[in-house]
């Protein structure tokens, strides 16, 4: 049955008159528009689908629009502020860390969340929080030295 | 330039080679200055459509076009799946054009305004299409350079181009852009060109490392992939399937699924699909699907199939053959057999197959993750009796290939239900439609039986692959008796499997090259030689030996007087797509628990010329951690007609924590014609390790993957 779900969506208030089971990761894609969420396994074990969901890192496609009533929820297309790119988001341009840049969006919202999480972070934290995303192109060297750069960055500037 | 032949075409009057008015040509793509070329090697023979058979051009692959306002468009049907030719070829024809790389555009794999092209595989994207385009850009410059030379009243040799302006080199203030030439004209060139080696050290571009262009819309969930798109009236489809590989559908009752609200089932022939413009109420509609299917099974696993392929009735192709055999085994002091198991392997990218399509009076659109949107639109063509053109394919970014996207069964699947239900359809592959449709990387076998004299020369080498190709298993070192089988299915004889089967990263090169590096180190083992001095020592091929020895430095590899040293250092190589490779890894072997760590791998590749040095390490280490998957965790598990690996869960690939440090040499090979860069790496993998294993513990094993069970048993019987 549908219900009405309110929720913080990359800062924006946002009202869906929906049926609260619907799966995250669709009713972003298909109801709101927002692709850079990815599909890529459905049972959350490659983290392409990867948002914040008041700031930690959670797979969209097993979680349902009626678990982020009055959550604040953050995808790929809202991580950038004024237009300006978050410092994973740069670090990932600036170390080419990314081939196809499908599973991109989803390792930048986990690395993100990582950073809020534990501003800190060693190189061997950022491996194993890392583990769960999965990339085929095999980016990987790249991706780890991105996080690092931007967890730098973002203890020493902001 | 003396080798083109070049036509010119000034009136608008005939024809065009592409079947179509070159009025309509032009109106198509604007007006300009257009020059034709065919990517085609000395060396390798590249397909070109069958005659008749398209209206494309039909022996002109691609085409350059210089705009009116100076832009230069390249177009061509290769596509871009994170291998990075989006940045290299624009390259290449900004050294040859003298404009910035800003002011080149790349339009790729749109079968409407793209000339025809094999697909996007085998690495030859940059080999054999680069020095063409390089001629093409050439022949566009000698027209814009004939044009200035008229315009400005000045001989041509007196003409210098910086940056897209033409300008007397006595005058400089006398000069005209590539825009202002271009502008009102419409001419057309077609180039016939054979590639020559030229001198790349004067150019700009070329052989300097460019980070990729497309990454800032990567980065912000902008770039749209197949399943991104969204047009009027879309339905998102879910399609039935049997629970194996060889169900027929005998009967289907969706009358339940039909009320689920919004949803329309349709059904074409087997292919049933449930329709709506939600993706979850699609799916939860499949669910309400009543199917029955009859099996048909062939009695065979993911453990029997090697025996069954030893024990076929198949062919034995000889492949190559030198010397005498058997008068080679009669010299040899120490023969050593040996017989490898390889397994199926899924391609995994992270994008599923997905496809989108339309149909509008009398035209279909399909937007595809595709490596071969112009064999897509031929196949669409035929199964809907439609001219191709009436039958558009685009292809927007691909989330991953390695081969695996080159059967396009999704775009087929929904353009049939886009037919039959009057509505454009988006199918996206679910995870598990992916990892049963896969047309997997082949299992095989090798049996491979060799021998050295006492000088630990190689006398004989006997060498049968079983279903699995012979791709890398070029005699690259000296063997003067040798010879190369290939069995494989006989005609008219039962199928071992029914598993899909078809190109994955440096296709069935994995396989040969694990076999051979594995076999070459038993016999320096026989040989009671350090693995390198004994490669060394038997390599004949000068290329080998000097990417051999770049790698032993870079490693700082110090030989050993007893093999196994103990120290888990291996040594593995090979050639893939005109490329050679050799690469040292550095392992940990965990006795208790199986577990293998690597803690460094070093690369060496002679690629020839290399355009972006920076792309090329990335795709060389993108391959050697893709390489780790294969290595220590993929096999596709499956029975009968059942895969038994759905989905990521139990199918694992290569994860963060598996990636040692990687260290890598691309060699200085300027004066080099372009090999291949997308595969080679990832070739050596298996045996480097397999042979750091047996340097590590004295064991060796013969099947892949390395998981931490095959350890254990190795080290038992060890």
Redesign the interface.
């Given at each position: 049955m549908e219900e009405t779900i309110i929720f913080q969506l990359n800062g924006k208030q946002t009202e869906l008159k929906i049926d609260p089971t619907?799966?995250l990761l669709?009713v972003l894609?298909?109801n709101l528009?927002?692709?850079?969420?990815?599909?890529?396994?459905?049972?959350g074990?490659?983290g392409?689908c990867t948002v914040l969901i008041d700031n930690e890192p959670v797979r969209s496609c097993s979680t349902t629009v009626g678990d982020v009533k009055g959550k604040n929820v953050v995808?790929?297309?809202g991580?950038?502020k004024d237009g300006e790119?978050h410092p994973v988001?740069k670090a990932?341009?600036e170390h080419?860390a990314?081939?196809?840049?499908?599973?991109?969006?989803g390792m930048?919202m986990n690395a993100a969340g990582l950073l809020i999480k534990n501003p800190a972070i060693t190189r061997e934290e950022i491996?194993?929080g890392?583990?769960?995303?999965?990339?085929?192109?095999?980016?990987?060297?790249?991706?780890?030295d991105a996080v690092e750069a931007a967890a730098k960055e973002m203890k020493g500037g902001k | 330039m003396k080798n083109e032949k070049t036509k010119t075409h000034v009136s608008g009057k005939d024809k065009d080679r592409r079947g179509m008015e070159r009025r309509d040509f032009f109106k198509l793509v604007g007006g300009g200055i257009i020059v034709f070329f065919l990517p085609r090697c000395t060396t390798e023979s590249v397909p070109v459509a069958e005659p008749g058979k398209r209206s494309l051009p039909k022996d002109y692959n691609a085409f350059l076009k210089i705009d009116e306002d100076g832009t230069v468009h390249c177009y061509t049907g290769k596509i871009e799946?994170?291998?990075?030719i989006i940045i290299s070829l624009v390259q290449i024809m900004a050294d040859d054009l003298n404009v910035p790389m800003e002011k080149i555009k790349m339009v790729m794999g749109d079968t409407e305004i793209c000339p025809w092209d094999g697909g996007t595989w085998g690495s030859l994207t940059i080999r054999s299409f680069g020095p063409n385009m390089r001629r093409a850009a050439a022949e566009a410059k000698g027209v814009l350079l004939e044009l200035a030379s008229n315009k400005l009243k000045v001989p041509a040799s007196q003409l210098v181009v910086v940056d897209g302006v033409i300008s007397d080199s006595n005058n400089p203030g006398k000069s005209v852009t590539y825009g202002e030439l271009a502008r009102g004209r419409k001419i057309d060139k077609y180039l016939d060109v054979k590639p020559e080696v030229e001198d790349y050290s004067k150019f700009t571009f070329i052989g300097k490392s460019f980070?990729?262009n497309?990454?800032?819309i990567?980065?912000?969930?902008?770039?749209?992939?197949t399943?991104?798109l969204?047009v009027p009236g879309m339905l998102?489809a879910r399609i039935l399937r049997p629970a194996s590989l060889s169900g027929k559908l005998s009967s289907v009752d969706y009358s339940e699924a039909e009320k689920v609200p919004g949803t329309i089932v349709v059904r074409d022939g087997d292919l049933v699909g449930v329709l709506n413009?939600?993706?979850?109420l699609a799916d939860r509609a499949l669910e309400k699907v009543k199917a029955e299917y009859t099996y048909d099974e062939i009695q065979v696993d993911n453990k029997t199939i090697f025996e069954s392929m030893l024990k076929a009735d198949s062919t034995a192709d000889v492949e190559t053959t030198a010397g005498d055999l058997e008068a080679g085994f009669k010299l040899c002091d120490k023969i050593v057999e040996t017989e490898i198991h390889d397994p199926f392997l899924a391609?995994?990218?992270?994008?599923?197959h997905s496809a989108l399509a339309q149909f509008e009076k009398d035209k279909l659109t399909v937007w595809a993750s595709s490596q071969t949107p112009y064999l897509l639109q031929d196949a669409l063509a035929n199964h809907f009796s439609m001219p191709l053109n009436k039958v558009r394919v685009i292809v927007p970014?691909?989330?991953?290939g390695?081969g695996g996207k080159s059967k396009n069964q999704q775009a087929m699947e929904a353009a049939r239900l886009a037919k039959a239900s009057g509505k454009p359809v988006m199918l996206?592959w679910?995870?598990e439609d992916e990892f049963m449709y896969d047309n997997f990387h082949t299992a095989g076998v090798l049996k491979i039986k060799s021998g050295i004299d006492k000088e630990g020369l190689i006398k004989a080498w006997d060498y049968h692959a079983y279903f699995c190709g012979t791709r890398g298993s070029e005699i690259i070192y000296d063997m003067p008796n040798h010879k190369i089988t290939s069995h494989d299915h006989k005609e008219n004889t039962p199928r071992l499997h029914i598993l899909d089967i078809g190109p994955w990263r440096a296709p069935n090169n994995n396989t040969n090259t694990l076999g051979r590096e594995l076999q070459i180190d038993r016999l320096a083992v026989a040989a009671k030689m350090d693995p390198l001095e004994f490669r060394l020592k038997n390599l004949k091929d000068q290329r080998m030996i000097d990417t051999l020895k770049a790698a032993a430095d870079l490693f700082g590899y110090v030989p050993s007087k007893k093999y196994p040293s103990g120290r888990g250092i291996g040594i593995a190589l090979g050639t893939d797509v005109g490329t050679h490779v050799a690469e040292i890894a550095e392992i940990e072997v965990d006795k208790k628990t199986g577990r293998i760590k690597v803690k460094r791998i070093v690369c060496a590749q002679d690629m020839g010329l290399c355009v972006n040095p920076?792309g090329a390490t990335?795709q060389l280490?993108?391959?050697?951690?893709?390489a780790l998957g294969y290595t220590f965790k993929e096999e596709m598990n499956f029975e009968g007609g059942v895969v038994k690996d759905l989905?990521?869960?139990t199918y694992e690939?290569?994860?963060?924590?598996m990636?040692p440090k990687?260290e890598s040499i691309i060699l200085d090979r300027m004066d080099q014609p372009p090999h291949g860069g997308g595969e080679p790496a990832i070739i050596a993998v298996g045996a480097v390790i397999g042979n750091a294993f047996f340097d590590a513990t004295g064991a060796r094993m013969f099947q892949m993957p390395y998981t931490p069970e095959r350890v254990l048993e190795a080290l038992k019987k060890a």
């Open positions: 619907q799966t669709w894609r298909n528009g927002l692709t850079g969420t990815k599909f890529g396994c459905g049972i074990f490659c392409s995808t790929i297309e991580l950038s790119l988001q990932f341009v080419d990314l081939q196809c840049g499908f599973c991109t969006p930048i491996i194993t890392m583990e769960d995303n999965l990339c085929r192109c095999g980016a990987h060297v790249h991706i780890i | 799946q994170g291998q990075g980070k990729r497309d990454s800032k990567k980065v912000t969930g902008e770039a749209k992939y399943g991104d969204k998102f413009e939600n993706f979850v391609h995994a990218f992270i994008e599923t970014f691909v989330g991953g390695f996206i679910t995870r920076h990335m280490e993108g391959c050697i951690t893709m989905n990521f869960d690939i290569t994860r963060f924590s990636v990687i």
